[in-house]
């Protein structure tokens, strides 16, 4: 069992940048691929990035591509989601998710993943 939790969302302006956090605790991060999922009211959670066990491997959503980096750093636990130049469109409430794999793999599917942090939402002002 691994706990996951969320933190470093709030308001920023469009063009800004935000760097979200996700801390995993129970067991040792190296074990899991991560990955990080957006749901705004009224539709489901939207694939965001995935990141391999070891952190060699991404994937991201062609509407963040380029402007978001995820990385991990497993001798903290911790998987990082950098966001730049963001948008209104980016505003939502951001998930992180953590599930177990083959080493170098990453997953984009939501179903996928066993387990979830509480979300922490990310305001993007026009």
């Known amino acids: 069992q691994v706990q996951v939790a969320e933190s470093g969302g709030g308001l920023v302006q469009a063009g800004g940048s935000l760097r979200l956090s996700c801390a995993t605790s129970?067991?040792?991060?190296?074990?899991?691929?991560m990955g990080w999922f957006r749901q705004v009211p009224g539709k489901g959670r939207e694939f965001v990035a995935a990141?391999?066990?070891?952190?060699?491997?991404?994937g991201y959503s062609d509407s963040v591509k380029g402007r978001f980096i995820i990385f991990r750093d497993n001798a903290k636990n911790t998987v990082y989601l950098q966001m730049e130049s963001l948008k209104p469109e980016d505003t939502a409430v951001y998930y992180c998710a953590a599930r177990g794999g083959a080493a170098s793999d990453y997953y984009r599917s939501e179903g996928s993943y066993a387990y979830w942090g509480q979300g922490t939402q990310v305001t993007v002002s026009s």
């Open positions: 129970g067991r040792t991060s190296s074990l899991y691929a």
């Open positions: 990141i391999d066990r070891s952190g060699g491997n991404t």
